[in-house]
Nanobody
Framework: QVQLVESGGGLVQPGGSLRLSCAAS????????MGWYRQAPGKQRELVAR???????NYADFVLGRFTISRDNAKNTVSLQMNSLKPNDTAVYYC???????????WGQGTQVTVSS
């Protein structure tokens, strides 16, 4: 039942940085795992980073040390700070909320990230 809207995507050069934001409505963050996923053309959607209600983070190996997930409970937002971007990071990035009781997933519409010179 939570609605999610992503923003912050765009075109960036290799080695550059972007910060993605996800605004949630009707969300209680203490009851949801919040995450970022991405999907490149012809590939499966894959986990990028996840943040549990207790604050534990989980990162895909290919972004560990470069990306950071965080949230602001007062603003009902979750962010993904992306540094040292590579061309292989090019994808549509989706915000995800998973209810810890029902395990129901809510998804945003996605925001395009393109890493190219």
């Amino acid at each position: 039942q939570v609605q999610l809207v992503e923003s912050g995507g765009g075109l960036v050069q290799p080695g550059g940085s972007l910060r993605l934001s996800c605004a949630a409505s009707g969300s209680i963050f203490s009851l949801y795992h919040m995450g970022w996923y991405r999907q490149a053309p012809g590939k499966q959607r894959e986990l990028v980073a996840r943040l549990s209600p207790g604050g534990k983070t989980n990162y895909a190996d290919f972004v560990l040390g470069r990306f950071t997930i965080s949230r602001d409970n007062a603003k009902n937002t979750v962010s993904l700070q992306m540094n040292s971007l590579k061309p292989n990071d090019t994808a549509v990035y989706y915000c995800n909320a998973r209810n810890i009781f029902s395990q129901n997933d809510s998804w945003g519409q996605g925001t395009q990230v393109t890493v190219s010179s």
